[in-house]
């Protein structure tokens, strides 16, 4: 009988937790290479550190940042003095999960065990809002999000179905708001192809990029820097 070998697939970053944040980033988990340290060029041992991912370039284009792309201490501390400056979070959902095939596929994630979230969330008191790192598609943030609200009884509530969309729901008498953005990854250009809003300003403008049309939805949620 042959049978298929499952990867393991561990977070291998703890949140990083500012005491002042007031936004958290939540994705799902990184690449496995990260997991099993076999980096690429370019590649930052952090958070959203794949070379081949957009939120750090997305942010390095919002706030201006002139950021090293490269597999080193320097440009991890960089990444976490912006945090801290910005107030901002990240505490992905999955802890981890096992794959057939050890690629970064979402839909490729088996028998997923997500973090206990709440944990996190009282360790940062002032947080009130939650930026989801992809929608609600299946084994997406906001779907496993979704997936823990109920498994705690709770539930988010629509607030607007534009994108980014916006819900809301309250823990602890803590009130949050929650934003889905469209995915920081290569595997979410097709997605950003076609949608109408891009299209749009593509056919205005034809040197409009994918990155350009994130970086206009990311900027009406993400925080300033004051």
């Keep these: 009988m042959n049978v298929q070998k499952m990867w393991l697939h561990q977070h291998p970053f703890e949140p990083f937790l500012p005491k002042e944040a007031t936004h958290l980033i939540v994705g799902t988990l990184p ?5 099993y340290g076999n980096l690429k060029p370019g590649d930052v041992p952090f958070c959203y550190g794949s070379i081949d991912g ?20 320097a440009a991890v501390e960089e990444r976490k003095a912006f945090l801290n400056q910005t107030k901002l979070g990240i505490c992905d959902i999955v802890a981890h999960c096992y794959r ?14 997500l973090r206990n979230f709440f944990s996190y969330l009282d360790q940062v008191p002032k947080v009130q809002t939650l930026l989801f790192t ?18 705690k009884g709770l539930s988010l509530v629509l607030e607007n179905d534009v994108v980014p969309r916006q ?8 009130r949050f708001t929650t934003y889905s953005l469209t995915a920081p990854s ?3 250009n097709r997605a950003v192809g076609s949608m109408a809003a891009y299209k749009a300003q593509k056919a205005k403008d034809p040197s409009f990029t994918t990155l350009d ?12 820097i004051i």
């Design 186 to 188: 290569g595997a979410a």
């Design 213 to 224: 049309f994130r970086v206009q939805q990311y900027q009406k949620v993400f925080p300033q």
């Design 100 to 113: 057939e095939k050890l690629n970064a596929s979402d839909m490729g994630m088996q028998k997923v065990q």
């Design 31 to 35: 690449p496995p290479r990260f997991s």
């Design 167 to 174: 819900h809301s729901f309250t823990y602890q008498k803590r």
């Design 54 to 73: 957009q939120l750090w370039p997305i942010l390095d284009r919002m706030y201006s940042l002139d950021l090293r792309f490269e597999n080193s201490a």
């Design 134 to 151: 992809g929608g609600d598609s299946k084994n997406g943030p906001t779907y496993f999000f979704r997936r823990y609200l109920k498994s």
